[in-house]
């Protein structure tokens, strides 16, 4: 199964939010839409969901037209900063109205995993903290068991802990039940070591779309003592640098250099998808 968005344009008053917008999510994966805050990435998933319409532009699931499809929108959980549910209902009976909203609503594993975060099942939604709503809408996404899952800044008021949980259930439940995740954040870093490929979005543009390695594969940081790498970083494409005591570490746009073009006491390493946005987001800015 295939989202298509294919030239999709949306404006709110002077701004342009989504600019001829085309791509596509499909095939099992662990998407990143990554972009700074107003970059456009909370529209976009609201245009595919019929959340918001599109002023121009087609989406489609398969080929059939999605837009205010309920069977095809069916297929899709999009997990939002929105509460959608009645302010009366508790989480325990949230769970059962899942149910009937998606055929395939796992309410053994809500329950399990409602344990797993101590979600008190039964308070009212809406007098749940920032971090326990956040967490209820979490374990309804996981336990959708929908083909697609959008998740809209996904750890939005999670403490450390529950952030490193909810990352574990990503993988967990992705291996368990593949599906098409698509995790929109501007937390790179975060991010980085689950999703397969990169969509990249500013300024309602997509500016990157690769999978991961191929993004990151024209770039390396090297380490070494601050003289020393002062020295070798002469006339090099520096994204970034920080020092630690009497160490240097620095990410360099380039090609990694073989063994004997390193001097001696420098070691190479591997660019990560922070450092590449950083340079990307500067570069399309004129820095």
């Known amino acids: 199964?295939?989202?298509?968005?294919?030239?999709?344009?949306?404006?709110?008053?002077?701004?342009?939010?989504?600019?001829?917008?085309?791509?596509?999510?499909?095939?099992?994966?662990?998407?990143?839409?990554?972009?700074?805050?107003?970059?456009?990435?909370?529209?976009?998933?609201?245009?595919?969901?019929?959340?918001?319409?599109?002023?121009?532009?087609?989406?489609?699931l398969d080929g059939i037209n999605m837009v205010d499809n309920d069977a095809a929108l069916g297929q899709i959980y999009m997990l939002s900063e929105k509460n959608y549910y009645p302010e009366s209902m508790k989480v325990r009976e949230a769970f059962k109205w899942a149910g009937m909203a998606y055929p395939k609503f796992d309410q053994e594993l809500a329950l399990a995993l409602a344990g797993r975060f101590n979600l008190p099942l039964k308070k009212k939604i809406t007098a749940l903290s920032t971090g326990y709503a956040t967490i209820f809408k979490i374990v309804i996404a996981l336990s959708s068991n929908a083909p697609f899952l959008l998740l809209d800044e996904p750890v939005l008021g999670l403490d450390a802990q529950h952030r490193d949980?909810?990352?574990?259930?990503?993988?967990?439940?992705?291996?368990?039940?593949?599906?098409?995740?698509?995790?929109?954040?501007?937390?790179?870093?975060?991010?980085?070591?689950?999703?397969?490929?990169?969509m990249i979005i500013k300024d309602g543009r997509i500016i990157r779309n690769a999978p991961s390695h191929e993004l990151l594969q024209n770039g390396y940081t090297v380490s070494g003592p601050v003289a020393q790498l002062d020295e070798y970083l002469v006339g090099k494409d520096v994204l970034s640098s920080s020092n630690l005591g009497g160490l240097k570490t620095a990410a360099i746009n380039g090609?990694?250099?073989?063994?004997?073009?390193?001097?001696?006491?420098?070691?190479?390493?591997?660019?990560?998808?922070?450092?590449?946005?950083?340079q990307l987001m500067n570069e399309k800015e004129g820095k």
């Open 165 to 198: 949980i909810f990352y574990k259930l990503i993988i967990e439940r992705y291996a368990e039940n593949p599906c098409t995740i698509v995790i929109s954040t501007h937390l790179i870093a975060e991010v980085a070591g689950i999703i397969e490929h990169c």
């Open 1 to 60: 199964m295939s989202i298509k968005v294919n030239n999709v344009s949306k404006r709110f008053g002077s701004t342009q939010a989504l600019d001829n917008v085309s791509i596509d999510f499909g095939g099992n994966k662990i998407y990143g839409l990554l972009g700074n805050n107003g970059a456009g990435k909370s529209t976009l998933l609201n245009v595919i969901t019929s959340r918001i319409f599109a002023d121009s532009g087609e989406l489609t």
């Open 255 to 278: 090609g990694v250099p073989k063994a004997d073009e390193l001097p001696a006491g420098l070691e190479v390493g591997k660019l990560n998808l922070q450092e590449y946005f950083i």
